[in-house]
């Protein structure tokens, strides 16, 4: 149990454009999802925190306008980067809490041209 | 201080050795600290986790030796294979599991 999927695990976009990741808690409900970005050979930095129901919370320094996240379902968060630039370009990675236990999904490749 | 550092950045180790990877953290506050394995390309997974009210705790090869009072802990990895090469991240966090502060990552080769 507890799997979390994401969605896509890979894309590329051209600058300018906007992209959606989803991610999904397939086994559990999970009020609490976290969205991380790592760049290569780096930790993972938190961006911000979701709450199913309402505004996320974001870190110091992420842009809120620029990462759109909505947590609309237990099961489903997503994270749109809107206007995206090549400095966008990373490895996003989304976490879902249950209990005491965060469980990650899979990672999703943004590549922008 | 939120952070937690983590060493060493690499780590070789031949096949049946037990590699140790350190973490140090400041905030008196965090009470909860797991280690994750990251494979390249995928996301991090849970490896073991450990509170600060006891000073050891095993899973399989996998041990964590945990030292309050230096604020220190540590991953040894016994009996070490090749396919525990990887990416090792400790983290810590506090207040019923809500955000997680992650090391900076150690990357650990078992060479056969």
């Known amino acids: 149990g507890a799997v979390v999927s994401q969605h896509p695990s890979w894309v590329i976009c051209k600058s300018g454009t906007s992209v959606k990741i989803e991610c999904r808690s397939l086994?559990?409900?999970?009020?609490?999802m976290f969205w991380y970005r790592q760049f290569p050979k780096q930790s993972l930095m938190l961006m911000a925190t979701?709450?199913?129901?309402?505004?996320?919370?974001?870190e110091q320094g992420v842009e809120k306008d620029k990462f759109l996240i909505n947590h609309a379902s237990l099961t489903l968060s997503t994270l749109t980067v809107t206007s995206a630039h090549p400095e966008d370009s990373s490895f996003y990675i989304c976490?879902?809490?249950?209990?005491?236990?965060?469980?990650f999904g899979p990672g999703t490749r943004l590549t922008v041209t | 201080q939120q952070q937690v550092k983590q060493s060493p950045q690499s780590l070789i180790v031949q096949k049946g050795g037990i590699p140790i990877i350190n973490c140090a953290y400041e905030?008196?506050?965090?009470?909860?600290f797991p280690w994750y394995q990251q494979f390249p390309g995928k996301g991090p997974a849970l490896l073991i986790a450990i509170r600060p009210d006891v000073s050891e705790k095993k899973e399989g090869r996998f041990t964590i030796s945990f030292n309050k009072s230096a604020k220190q802990f540590s991953l040894h990895i016994m009996d070490s294979q090749p396919g525990d090469s990887a990416t090792y991240f400790c983290a810590a966090s506090s207040g019923g599991y809500q955000k997680v502060t992650f090391g900076t990552g150690t990357k650990l080769q078992v060479i056969p």
């Open positions: 086994d559990f409900q999970a009020t609490t």
């Open positions: 979701s709450n199913e129901g309402s505004k996320a919370t974001y």
């Open positions: 905030n008196t506050a965090f009470d909860y």
């Open positions: 976490s879902a809490r249950r209990g005491n236990e965060q469980y």
